[in-house]
């Protein structure tokens, strides 16, 4: 069953994030969801990052990996992104384990790009590219190392979603004040308003 990949879809702010939240409620196994579980999604996820990463990327096309194992390659580097950004948010840096298997998984993913290819780290200028979806997602992560901007990770209380704080005084406290800021006013007006009638009824 496929849904709509809009804008909040993209709440991370560039796309190594978003390639991780494609999972949801990471931190509640009891809730998460894999939207990646169907394959027919990596697509579309692909050709609405093209529109929602303009402003990383400039004018691109992001090309999704066919078979098992190119699948599976993605999966794995999306993974490694998630640990090595989640638990530099926690920690205030990269473990080393983590910072390795992500080197790896996206040195070998880049070596997998056409010879005559040339990467570089995202920019908005460039017009016309095409890159996989994968080595995308790696150099969208690179441009992350820098401390200016690793220190504005965070992690959404809600949704657990990862997503880049930028702000200027870095205030924001959900990946979207829409969505999972509004759910969470909700959930506390209901929780104060359901205590306050639990009361009138003694």
Not at 67 to 93: K, M
Not at 159 to 180: A, K
């Amino acid at each position: 069953m496929t849904f709509d990949w809009n804008a909040h879809r993209f709440s991370g702010g560039v796309l190594a994030l978003d390639l991780a939240n494609t999972v949801v409620f990471r931190e509640s196994p009891e809730r998460s969801l894999d939207r990646f579980a169907d394959p027919v999604e990596l697509p579309r996820f692909a050709a609405a990052a093209a529109i929602f990463r303009r402003g990383e990327w400039g004018s691109v096309l992001f090309h999704t990996p066919l078979s098992p194992d190119e699948i599976a390659a993605l999966i794995n580097v999306r993974e490694a992104i998630n640990r090595l950004f989640r638990s530099a948010v926690r920690e205030g840096g990269f473990r080393p384990e983590h910072l390795a298997t992500f080197l790896r998984l996206g040195s070998d993913l880049v070596c997998d790009a056409p010879r005559e290819q040339s990467l570089i780290l995202p920019q908005r200028s460039v017009e016309g590219r095409e890159l996989s979806l994968g080595g995308a997602a790696v150099l969208s992560a690179l441009r992350l190392f820098e401390p200016a901007r690793l220190e504005r990770i965070k992690i959404c209380p809600n949704c657990h979603w990862l997503y880049l704080d930028e702000s200027r005084n870095r205030s924001r406290r959900w990946c979207d004040m829409n969505v999972c800021g509004n759910r969470a006013k909700a959930r506390r007006y209901y929780d104060r308003n359901g205590k306050l009638a639990g009361k009138n009824h003694v």
